[in-house]
């Protein structure tokens, strides 16, 4: 935890016999709150180095074959802590050795105590609420643990403990982008509670995770992240954080109409269903408002063609509101698909369309409509005569990511750089077209 950050926040309990997150003092938007280093970590993304998390030239380690290293500085950085878990690894081989598994040894061997650190000590697992489904599939990682550690193997009881504890408690790791790549343990930062529309996020680098602010946060509030992925339907996200947490969410997010499942009505107006399902008109006189929502096309294959992309996102349309899910999803898989085929101008329209849905469901100051708006202004810099419009789209990005990443961070630099050259080009044209 960083030393300047711990006047900005308190750990109170929160009502229900846990403890939380507090701020102890107003906080500004883009505010680093705390830091921390986790108890372990353990990447999930093929070619990602296991030390830097840089994603794309990684080779594995010679002898365990698991562990992957982007080159020869981050693999003699890991190696004192790599090298025993090095040697029972390579002896386990043919075995395969999943990142929950792996995630689970590395908290075993543990230097400061292993599953008796008083950090993992302190974190609550509900075992007493995890379903018999969940114990029967972890039997399979402790198996795998208990393989892998041999004699050193902890109590049965206590793996299934800390299995818990990693269940509800770990944080799945994102790169600069947000783009999933592991997960990892970090004591401290896992009291911070759930929202789907939270007040502040993780950025992850390079091992350390940091609690930032994502708006002004009054004194006494808690300090919230969001623990799934917010861009995803009501009624999914409260399933799936009763799966895996073991709660029932009542944020406010969760409690008002669902735009993200709104469908079109004969009047013109669009209906989002609240959380027992029922329809909610967005105009208050309909002549004859939509009653059920149409029924979900299949969706697009994963390489499905431009026209075919194009064909089921124009039928989409026709039933559903911009914001549902299904327009999202399908925009989405046509913008990668132009982008995979150079094919600028056409992927702009997409991006831009993206970006009005992020902007109509308020995602205000969320990473990802921060790295939607700087795909949006790369692409228009392609584009003749969009100079000014991706000049509007870079700025906006870099004035939300220097909140949610800090403006030191390489995505904000990269973001200024590109500003500054579109700034130059823009002086030469126009010196051009003096006479």
């Given at each position: 935890?960083?030393?300047?950050?711990?006047?900005?926040?308190?750990?109170?309990?929160?009502?229900?016999?846990?403890?939380?997150?507090?701020?102890?003092?107003?906080?500004?938007?883009?505010?680093?709150?705390?830091?921390?280093?986790?108890?372990?970590?353990?990447?999930?993304?093929?070619?990602?180095?296991?030390?830097?998390?840089?994603?794309?030239?990684?080779?594995?380690?010679?002898?365990?074959?698991?562990?992957?290293?982007?080159?020869?500085?981050?693999?003699?950085?890991?190696?004192?802590?790599?090298?025993?878990?090095?040697?029972?690894?390579?002896?386990?081989?043919?075995?395969?050795?999943?990142?929950?598994?792996?995630?689970?040894?590395?908290?075993?061997?543990?230097?400061?105590?292993?599953?008796?650190?008083?950090?993992?000590?302190?974190?609550?697992?509900?075992?007493?609420?995890?379903?018999?489904?969940?114990?029967?599939?972890?039997?399979?990682?402790?198996?795998?643990?208990?393989?892998?550690?041999?004699?050193?193997?902890?109590?049965?009881?206590?793996?299934?403990?800390?299995?818990?504890?990693?269940?509800?408690?770990?944080?799945?790791?994102?790169?600069?982008?947000?783009?999933?790549?592991?997960?990892?343990?970090?004591?401290?930062l896992h009291l911070a509670n759930h929202s789907c529309r939270p007040n502040c996020m993780v950025l992850f680098t390079r091992g350390r995770a940091e609690l930032r602010t994502t708006r002004t946060i009054a004194a006494g509030t808690p300090l919230t992240?969001?623990?799934?992925?917010?861009?995803?339907?009501?009624?999914?996200?409260?399933?799936?954080?009763?799966?895996?947490?073991?709660?029932?969410?009542?944020?406010?997010?969760?409690?008002?109409?669902?735009?993200?499942?709104?469908?079109?009505?004969?009047?013109?107006?669009?209906?989002?269903?609240?959380?027992?399902?029922?329809?909610?008109?967005?105009?208050?006189?309909?002549?004859?408002?939509?009653?059920?929502?149409?029924?979900?096309?299949?969706?697009?294959?994963?390489?499905a063609s431009e026209r075919t992309l194009e064909q089921a996102l124009r039928e989409l349309t026709t039933l559903f509101a911009p914001t549902h899910m299904a327009v999202l999803t399908t925009t989405r898989s046509l913008l990668e698909r132009l982008l995979a085929e150079g094919k600028w101008a056409k992927a702009t329209q997409y991006c831009a369309r993206i970006v009005e849905?992020?902007?109509?469901?308020?995602?205000?100051?969320?990473?990802?409509?921060?790295?939607?708006?700087?795909?949006?202004?790369?692409?228009?810099?392609?584009?003749?005569?969009?100079?000014?419009?991706?000049?509007?789209?870079?700025?906006?990005?870099?004035?939300?990511?220097?909140?949610?990443?800090?403006?030191?961070?390489?995505?904000?630099?990269?973001?200024?750089?590109?500003?500054?050259?579109?700034?130059?080009?823009?002086?030469?044209?126009?010196?051009?077209?003096?006479?």
């Amino acid at each position: 935890m960083a030393a300047s950050s711990i006047e900005t926040f308190s750990v109170d309990g929160d009502g229900h016999g846990g403890r939380t997150l507090f701020s102890a003092k107003i906080l500004k938007a883009g505010t680093s709150v705390l830091t921390a280093l986790p108890l372990a970590t353990a990447v999930s993304t093929p070619m990602c180095c296991d030390t830097c998390w840089a994603v794309g030239s990684a080779r594995k380690c010679l002898q365990c074959k698991l562990v992957s290293y982007c080159g020869a500085a981050c693999q003699k950085a890991a190696w004192p802590k790599h090298k025993k878990e090095c040697a029972l690894l390579a002896k386990a081989l043919p075995r395969e050795v999943p990142p929950s598994a792996l995630l689970l040894i590395r908290l075993c061997m543990n230097e400061e105590g292993g599953l008796a650190n008083p950090l993992l000590a302190e974190m609550q697992g509900h075992q007493e609420q995890t379903s018999s489904e969940f114990k029967e599939s972890a039997a399979s990682i402790l198996m795998i643990v208990a393989a892998v550690l041999g004699e050193a193997t902890p109590p049965a009881a206590a793996l299934m403990e800390t299995i818990c504890k990693v269940r509800v408690n770990s944080f799945g790791i994102c790169d600069g982008e947000q783009q999933p790549i592991g997960a990892g343990l970090y004591p401290r930062l896992h009291l911070a509670n759930h929202s789907c529309r939270p007040n502040c996020m993780v950025l992850f680098t390079r091992g350390r995770a940091e609690l930032r602010t994502t708006r002004t946060i009054a004194a006494g509030t808690p300090l919230t992240v969001s623990y799934i992925d917010a861009l995803t339907p009501t009624h999914l996200r409260r399933a799936e954080l009763q799966s895996r947490y073991l709660f029932d969410c009542l944020c406010p997010a969760c409690t008002v109409p669902d735009t993200l499942m709104a469908v079109r009505c004969s009047c013109g107006g669009t209906a989002s269903p609240d959380t027992s399902g029922v329809l909610v008109h967005s105009e208050p006189i309909c002549a004859s408002p939509i009653t059920a929502a149409p029924p979900l096309p299949a969706p697009s294959a994963p390489d499905a063609s431009e026209r075919t992309l194009e064909q089921a996102l124009r039928e989409l349309t026709t039933l559903f509101a911009p914001t549902h899910m299904a327009v999202l999803t399908t925009t989405r898989s046509l913008l990668e698909r132009l982008l995979a085929e150079g094919k600028w101008a056409k992927a702009t329209q997409y991006c831009a369309r993206i970006v009005e849905i992020m902007d109509a469901l308020s995602l205000h100051n969320s990473p990802l409509l921060g790295i939607e708006l700087y795909k949006l202004g790369k692409l228009r810099a392609l584009c003749d005569g969009q100079e000014r419009l991706a000049f509007e789209a870079l700025s906006r990005a870099l004035e939300i990511l220097t909140i949610t990443h800090g403006g030191s961070h390489e995505l904000c630099k990269s973001i200024q750089e590109k500003k500054e050259e579109l700034f130059i080009a823009s002086q030469m044209i126009a010196a051009r077209s003096r006479p």
